[in-house]
């Protein structure tokens, strides 16, 4: 039987270093976790934050063997609903079918992915 097994990738962007610390919690807690990222906006502009989501979405997922896939599912998980993060993560994901732009993000969200 062949299993189709599809790839989701999650960033996490918040102001400040909240998401990154929030990744290093997860990873102290799982391990290393495949596809998930985490990007602050500090020293920033809302368009430098857009371009580097951009950038991460359109570069191929990749797993513990190498192996990429492309165009897979995207999660991108923000801290504040309306502020810079928001807005830019909408921009980027704008016309994109397979993103999801999630707001509150927290550690039990994360644990849960």
């Not at 610390?21 to 495949?34: D, F, R, S, T």
């Not at 985490?38 to 020293?43: F, K, L, R, Y």
């Not at 797993?63 to 801290?79: A, S, Y």
């Amino acid at each position: 039987m062949i299993h189709n097994e599809v790839t989701t990738r999650a960033l996490v962007i918040t102001h400040g270093r909240i998401g990154i610390e929030l990744k290093n919690v997860v990873e102290m807690i799982l391990g290393p976790v495949e596809n998930f990222d985490a990007m602050t906006n500090s020293g920033k502009s809302g368009p430098d934050i857009s371009n580097e989501i951009t950038k991460w979405l359109d570069s191929p997922a990749e797993n513990t063997e190498g192996e990429t896939h492309p165009g897979c599912q995207c999660i991108i998980l923000i801290d504040d609903y309306g502020g810079s993060c928001a807005t830019a993560a909408q921009l980027a994901a704008h016309g994109r079918p397979k993103i999801a732009v999630i707001s509150g993000v927290n550690l039990a969200m994360l644990l849960g992915l």
